[in-house]
């Protein structure tokens, strides 16, 4: 009997249980008197950590309707044209020469009034504008037109016959912008105003 109890024992506190009341009839006196062991709490299990919603990603700004960018490009132009205008009339007085008519005067007060314009509107173009010859070269000289040439940029004149390279004379070199410098246009500001009203008082 008293092995039989000590393999039960012996297993019950392996596996954690509680001994068979027998036991207590062989233990000495001073284990009598103790106290049972408090059962020890069970862990607490710990809370979940609360799911985070996922950040909405931010709405992308929609790009402006094709319409829309070709209004703006258009205006943008439009604004720039008017802007050089101005600048040509402020500088070189051009819109004044050209909506002038020339009946009436002779040759003499025709140059001297195209010398000054000329002089202003080289001033203003010189200023805003940084030019090149398109194409290099002097006039009247024979240059040869490359094939996969631009025809934006090289137009012939006369008859071309057959592919290119071709052979010819140079009548213009043309021009290229290489660099603008037109002013900011502020806004608020009337486009359509070359130039203002003036009144002496």
Excluded at 66 to 82: C, S, T, V, Y
Excluded at 89 to 100: K, Y
Excluded at 107 to 117: K, L, S
């Amino acid at each position: 009997m008293r092995l039989v109890l000590a393999f039960s024992c012996f297993f019950r506190l392996l596996f954690g249980r509680k001994l068979h009341p027998d036991v207590a009839a062989y233990l000495p006196d001073q284990l009598k008197a103790l106290p049972a062991p408090e059962p020890k709490p069970e862990p607490k299990a710990k809370p979940e950590p609360e799911a985070r919603p996922e950040p909405k990603p931010e709405p992308r700004p929609e790009p402006p309707p094709k319409e829309d960018r070709a209004k703006n490009a258009a205006q943008h132009h439009k604004d720039g044209a008017l802007t050089l205008l101005a600048i040509l009339q402020r500088e070189g007085r051009l819109v004044d020469f050209l909506r002038e008519s020339l009946d009436g005067h002779d040759d003499a007060a025709i140059g001297a009034a195209a010398r000054d314009v000329h002089r202003g509107c080289k001033k203003a173009i010189d200023e805003h504008f940084s030019l090149e010859p398109m194409m290099p070269g002097q006039e009247e000289e024979r240059v040869t037109v490359p094939r996969g040439f631009d025809p934006a940029e090289i137009r012939l004149i006369g008859e071309a016959r057959g592919e290119p390279p071709f052979k010819g004379t140079l009548r213009h070199h043309g021009w290229r912008a290489a660099d603008t410098r037109l002013p900011g246009l502020a806004e608020g500001v009337d486009r359509t105003v070359i130039a203002p009203a003036e009144v002496e008082v």
